[in-house]
């Protein structure tokens, strides 16, 4: 039985409890927050076995063999660092830390301890991964020409969305995953790079943008993302032969191929999940299992390249976060 320890009692750690709580072989072994009441409270929801009042606690602890953070983006860094320096394999939430440099230091401190760190950037690691792949490689979309994508919630009243000392905004936390969605399938050959943003007028943090990567094969990869609205969040891959269309680049719910007549050519069957954040916990039990130190999903490269796209971004918009 592998013990997880979650740091954090938020709404994505309620998530990652619950997928714990359904999955064979796991167990929800401890949960730390900065406040012991809210700690006990959320290990009695979940059946969790401890409850820590800080997160050094949680980490001196053994007993577990994964741990989980749940936290918002700016204290990723330090608690990877902290983890690590527990002999602890660590999953980190998306936006990995806020900076690629700090990317980079954490990800060497990994490999020089031979201990898994790993991205829980969940949608690399879905099943409707392979399918869209599979799609595209199959040729039946022809030259593929461009790609859109979006992905936008009403969240600007969030505290880690508003706040700049959290390392808010929408590109950190909500941008990540059109960045992943062309990633993941059309590489990293990318020649340019092309944005506006829009800053939140009572925040400061980038509120909603538009950014273009133009690959070296000419190809145009176009998102958009915003706190202030709910979007329709597809995305949709563009050949001279047809298109095929993705409903929530988040979670595909449906996946649909056109002909270029704009005809419905077939609709793909998506599998049934327990939760969505089901394979990326497994894929680093097995990791762990196999004394593995990177996901196969999502290998350090690619968490250096995400965050170099968005380091590349906030400096064309000259926007930084108070503790960098």
């Given amino acids: 039985m592998n013990n997880i320890g979650i740091l954090g009692c938020g709404n994505i750690a309620t998530k990652m409890a619950k997928t714990v709580n359904l999955m064979d072989g796991i167990n929800l072994y401890g949960v730390a927050s900065r406040s012991l009441e809210k700690a006990e409270e959320f290990a009695k929801t979940y059946k969790s ?15 577990i063999d994964l741990v989980y953070i749940a ?4 204290h990723h860094y330090q608690l990877i660092k902290d983890a690590l320096n527990h002999n602890k394999n660590v999953l980190c939430e998306k936006a990995f830390t806020a900076n690629s440099t700090m990317a980079r230091e954490v990800l060497k401190m990994a490999k020089d301890k031979n201990l898994l760190l790993a991205e829980a950037i969940y949608t690399r690691y879905l099943p409707t991964r392979k399918i869209i792949s599979n799609i595209i490689t199959s040729g039946v979309l022809g030259n593929i020409a461009s790609v859109d994508s979006n992905l936008g919630y009403n ?23 059109p960045i992943n969605f062309t990633l993941m399938f059309f590489g990293t050959k990318i020649k340019t790079i092309e944005s506006s943003v829009i800053f939140d007028k009572a925040s400061g943090v980038d509120g909603q943008e538009n950014v273009s990567l133009i690959y070296e094969n000419g190809m145009l990869a176009t998102f958009r993302t915003t706190i202030y609205t709910n979007l329709n969040r597809r995305g949709v891959i ?18 649909k ?5 704009y005809t419905l050519i077939k609709e793909y069957e998506i599998p049934v999940q327990l939760t969505g954040f089901k394979y990326e916990v497994q894929e680093c039990l097995d990791c762990i299992a196999k ?16 965050m170099d796209i968005c380091d590349n971004l906030r400096d064309s918009w000259n926007y930084h976060f108070p503790f960098e």
């Fill in 49 to 63: 076995n401890k409850a820590f009042g800080s997160y050094d606690e949680l980490l001196s602890d053994d007993k």
């Fill in 71 to 74: 936290v918002p983006h700016s």
């Fill in 155 to 177: 969240i600007h009243d969030v505290e880690r969305i508003r706040e700049k000392s959290l390392a808010g905004g929408a590109l950190l936390d909500l941008g990540v995953y």
């Fill in 238 to 255: 563009n050949g001279d032969r047809g298109h095929l269309e993705i409903t929530n680049i988040n979670n595909p719910e449906a996946i």
């Fill in 257 to 261: 191929l056109y002909d270029e007549n």
């Fill in 291 to 306: 004394g593995v130190i990177e996901a196969p999903s999502m290998p350090h490269s690619e968490i250096i390249r995400v």
